[in-house]
């Protein structure tokens, strides 16, 4: 497992932008493939983005897709999520999570997870 800490979140208007990022402790990220999930108020988590290992495969949630982009860079043990064009229904806290292998969107196949980070659109 590796630790995972995120930052980045905060309050912004509707068709503006943040950019998350998750750093992880360990020597052996580069061997992890890494994913943001997101949880609204009274809803389930879900699954946003992920990342292979190479940084080579990434997939999307329908929703942002053409709006977000992860990346990661392994020399500084980092995974980003840019956010652009933001929605109210983007609102949520959001996870970076990590797992040994090929990227998955159930957050059931990850098993490091950072405390999250508040996003808050406003309309």
């Known amino acids: 497992q590796v630790q995972l800490v995120e930052s980045g979140g905060g309050l912004v208007q509707a068709g503006g932008s943040l950019r998350l990022s998750c750093a992880a402790s360990g020597r052996t990220f580069s061997s992890y493939a890494m994913a943001w999930f997101r949880q609204a108020p009274g809803k389930e988590r879900e699954f946003v983005a992920a990342?292979?290992?190479?940084?080579?495969?990434?997939d999307y949630l329908d929703s942002v897709k053409g709006r977000f982009t992860i990346s990661r860079d392994n020399a500084k043990n980092t995974v980003y999520l840019q956010m652009n064009s933001l929605k109210p229904e983007d609102t949520a806290v959001y996870y970076c999570?990590?797992?040994?292998?090929?990227?998955?969107?159930?957050?059931?196949?990850?098993?490091?997870w950072g405390q999250g980070t508040q996003v808050t659109v406003s309309s």
């Open positions: 999570a990590a797992r040994s292998g090929g990227i998955l969107s159930s957050s059931t196949y990850y098993d490091s």
């Open positions: 990342i292979s290992a190479s940084g080579r495969i990434t």
